[in-house]
């Protein structure tokens, strides 16, 4: 094991820590990286530097399963190695690293830029930078107005537009139950939909509006639970610890179904379902 570890330590490239070709694909990255990440993870091996090795061979299957990161550091191998370290990619830096180093930069070029133009200023320079920044101030002050104009209006219109006729929870405005022609879905009325004197074929094309709206919402649900299971089902099958698959699993079990078996159960009571809706 000591031999092993030492061996490990000594390869740079990515492909040879996890023992895969440049060629490799996501499978077998993923293959190599489970077999290593099991053989040397610090809470199954105690021997001297397993945990080194661990994060170069998690450093190594970051860097290869990513195909950005990857084309990243097949370009980086390529760059002639002028200094022994130059090669290596262990080095990553987090988020706000990278935009403290980009802050800094920008702030070092907008200083030479300021000092080149403070020196070579002139009077007739200054005008016009004060011409600018008065248009601007007054651009500015336009979209200000024009933003608050809008949201005024909005809020002005608002008590104003046409409530929905109906909803399929129950409250103050809306108090009265129906029940629509072919589904039998419940839903409810207030004072406005008695003042639209519907006709007996405009209730009945009411009745319709009020169910397709009523599937659609199941339908949306019923996708939004089985897309939740698909992305649990892809972590279970990327996870390499049994804690991990548990949880995913238990999360899975606790899915709510109930708008996909309402979909069932409407499709066997109402036989041109598929053709209605």
């Given at each position: ?181 072919k589904l039998q879905v419940k839903y409810f009325v207030g004072d406005q939909f008695k003042k639209e004197k519907f006709s007996q074929e ?9 169910e397709k709206n009523y599937v659609n919402q199941l339908k949306r649900q019923c996708d939004a639970i089985s897309l939740k299971q698909q ?40 036989e041109k379902f598929e053709a209605y809706f």
């Open positions: 094991m000591k031999e092993e570890i030492n061996h490990l330590l000594k390869l740079q490239n990515y492909y040879d820590i996890l023992g895969v070709q440049k060629n490799a694909t996501d499978d077998e990255l993923k293959k190599a990286y489970r077999k290593l990440a099991l053989k040397y993870h610090p809470d199954k091996n105690n021997a001297e530097n397993a945990q080194e090795v661990f994060k170069r061979i998690s450093e190594a299957y970051s860097t290869l399963s990513s195909p950005e990161k990857r084309e990243s550091y097949a370009l980086q191998q390529q760059k002639p190695q002028a200094h022994p370290h130059q090669g290596k990619y262990y080095r990553h830096f987090q988020p706000d690293e990278e935009f403290e180093l980009f802050a800094q930069s920008l702030k070092r070029q907008f200083q030479r830029r300021a000092a080149r133009n403070e020196a070579k200023e002139t009077p007739k320079k200054s005008q016009q930078n004060a011409h600018y920044a008065k248009l601007l101030n007054s651009i500015i002050k336009l979209i200000l107005l024009f933003t608050f104009l809008y949201f005024a209006s909005q809020a002005f219109q608002f008590p104003f537009k046409k409530q929905p006729l109906y909803q399929f929870q129950k409250s103050l405005q809306y108090s009265v139950q129906r029940t629509s022609n405009k209730l009945l094309k009411f009745d319709y509006d009020v992305n649990y089902m892809k972590l279970i099958s990327k996870s390499i610890y049994s804690s991990e698959i548990k949880r995913y699993q238990k999360a899975i079990d606790q899915l709510d179904w109930s708008s996909c078996d309402l979909i069932k159960e409407l499709k066997l009571n109402f």
